[in-house]
């Protein structure tokens, strides 16, 4: 099992930034790429961005692509969300996931993620 741990959420105003981290421990040699989620109050959750532990290939959703960026430091097994220019529509909770091999689901998807952290709150005030 893969443990993860978000952290670096809270309250911004709108055009801010925050980084959001996601550390993970445990098995995380079956772990191929991570990912990030958000969900707001009466909606699905969505994919936000992902990231392969090697080689880097990154993806991003198109809400997202040009405003946030994905990073990890393989040596800490912590992957990072930043996210610059916020508006009240990224208000969610956040959430990261772990990929294990032989998940053959599309990246963006949630059943493509096999351990999922706790979440973290971003609030963006207009």
């Known amino acids: 099992q893969v443990q993860l741990v978000e952290s670096g959420g809270g309250l911004v105003q709108a055009g801010g930034s925050l980084r959001l981290s996601c550390a993970a421990s445990?098995?995380?040699?079956?772990?191929?790429?991570m990912g990030w989620f958000r969900q707001a109050p009466g909606k699905e959750r969505e994919f936000v961005a992902a990231?392969?532990?090697?080689?880097?290939?990154?993806y991003y959703a198109d809400s997202v692509r040009g405003r946030f960026t994905i990073s990890r430091d393989n040596a800490k097994n912590t992957v990072y969300l930043q996210m610059n220019s916020l508006k009240p529509e990224d208000t969610a909770v956040y959430y990261c996931?772990?990929?294990?091999?032989?998940?053959?689901?599309?990246?963006?998807?949630?059943?493509?993620?096999?351990?999922w952290g706790q979440g973290t709150q971003v609030t963006v005030s207009s």
């Open positions: 996931a772990a990929r294990r091999i032989f998940n053959v689901h599309p990246i963006t998807t949630t059943p493509a993620y096999d351990a």
């Open positions: 445990g098995r995380t040699f079956s772990s191929i790429a």
């Open positions: 990231i392969h532990w090697s080689g880097g290939s990154t």
